[in-house]
């Protein structure tokens, strides 16, 4: 199969790696010559550390390598069966890429799209056949993380939505289906891991360490979201919030934290400036989390039944089934449980009950049940069974 990669940044240099090393002939696409160079040079580097590492050998290493090929023309592209698209994420801009290279292709290549916030449907009109077009999103990085969410606009056919799955499938990912609205699954239903959390900091419930601490001793989350937001970029997280909020037109569930604007204005922005919530200059010391078991299962709690009540009403606006919402959040953010199935392990009584407490602490939209839990509890049902035991 051939693969035409545009854009050959941190996710196009990602995605023609994966593609690569499933058997695709790839060529990778960018305007910017340094951009391909360094694409090159990274593969290089990655390559050589899964020989030492003792995962692939050199005859594979070549292979991968030898798969690729990077070009500087759009027009390169024409013999493509797919392409994938990981340019700058403005609109307009990917508009005229698309329309250009349509007219380049043959009448049944997929034309798609790597956005994290565009709806599919807007890139798709650019297109004299949209029905071609399609979403894929990977995640970053892109060779190691296993999700891949698929998202058919609606003038997306079966058939292209059928062999993207099929493709996407044959380079080793879970695939999720995902309904093209804003944050698709994961951006959305992992708002609240953020949010929550900064509002608990902002009530002054609690420090960065302590709800990181929570979230990490009794979740059995890899990371807390402080470190969390510290490691992807105070801007970059509080940048995806304000789209996703904005998209929702302003549905207060996703309302922004000051905290977070603040500490993005003021150029903390993580890892990448060596202080964000927490301070990451040479022999800085991490503070101590208040240990106070209490008040950890108070704060987890209160983080874990937002998120469930983000992932159900997803699944009650059939943004995607509930194997593919609890898939999305193991696979493509490593939470330790798909939340749906965490509903039902605690029980969605208690959920209702939870969530029901914080709506009549704060009388705040934000804090809103979703009707698809209330029917369940109703019903005495699970997500993921027919009965309650
Ligand atoms: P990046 O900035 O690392 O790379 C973008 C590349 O596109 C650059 O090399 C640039 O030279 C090239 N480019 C810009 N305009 C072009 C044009 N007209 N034609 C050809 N090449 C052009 O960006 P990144 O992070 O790889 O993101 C790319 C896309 O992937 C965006 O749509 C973004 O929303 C999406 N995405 C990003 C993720 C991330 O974590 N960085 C995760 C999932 C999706």
Not at 75 to 81: E, I, R, V
Not at 100 to 110: A, F, M, Q, T
Request: glycine share 6%.
């Amino acid at each position: 199969m051939n693969v035409g990669i545009i854009g050959g940044g941190t996710m196009g240099s990602g995605i023609a790696q994966v593609a690569a090393t499933s058997g695709c002939k790839v060529k990778l696409y960018d305007t910017n010559q340094d951009a391909l160079d360094k694409a090159k040079a990274a593969l290089e580097k990655i390559l050589s550390r899964l020989i030492v590492k003792g995962r692939i050998d050199n005859d594979e290493k070549l292979r991968i390598q030898g798969n690729i090929s990077y070009v500087d023309s759009l027009k390169d592209l024409a013999d493509s069966n797919l392409t994938i698209e990981a340019i700058i994420e403005n609109l307009e801009i990917k508009k005229k890429v698309f329309s250009e290279l349509e007219s380049y292709v043959s009448e049944d290549c997929i034309i798609a799209s790597n956005t994290s916030s565009l709806s599919i449907a807007s890139i798709a009109a650019s297109l004299e056949k949209p029905e071609r077009c399609i979403g894929i999103h990977f995640f970053n990085p892109a060779p190691l993380m296993k999700l891949v969410e698929v998202i058919p606009a609606i003038q997306t056919s079966q058939s292209v939505l059928d062999k993207s799955i099929e493709t996407i499938s044959n380079w080793k990912k879970v695939v999720a289906v995902a309904k093209d609205t804003p944050g698709f699954i994961v951006n959305r239903v992992a708002r609240p891991f953020y949010g929550e959390a900064l509002r608990i900091y902002e009530e002054g419930l609690a420090d960065f360490a302590t709800i990181d601490y929570s979230l990490k001793t009794i979740g059995g989350f890899r990371m807390g979201p402080f470190e969390l937001m510290d490691f992807i970029g105070n801007d970059v997280n509080y940048t995806v919030t304000e789209t996703v909020f904005t998209a929702f037109y302003f549905d207060p569930r996703y309302k922004p934290a000051f905290t977070q604007k603040r500490f993005s204005e003021a150029g903390y922005l993580g890892r990448k400036s060596g202080k964000g919530y927490y301070d990451y200059s040479e022999g800085a010391i991490k503070p101590e989390p208040t240990k106070d078991s209490e008040l950890a299962e108070q704060i987890f709690n209160r983080v874990l039944v937002m998120l469930i009540n983000e992932a159900a009403d997803a699944l009650f606006l059939n943004i995607a089934s509930a194997e593919d919402i609890d898939n999305a959040m193991t696979k493509g953010v490593n939470y330790p449980k798909g939340l749906l199935a965490w509903a039902d392990e605690k029980g969605i009584d208690w959920c209702v009950s939870k969530l029901d407490e914080l709506y009549n602490e704060y009388h705040e939209d934000r804090y809103r049940c979703s009707p698809l839990l209330r029917k369940l509890n109703r019903e005495n049902k699970t997500f993921f069974s027919e009965e309650v035991s």
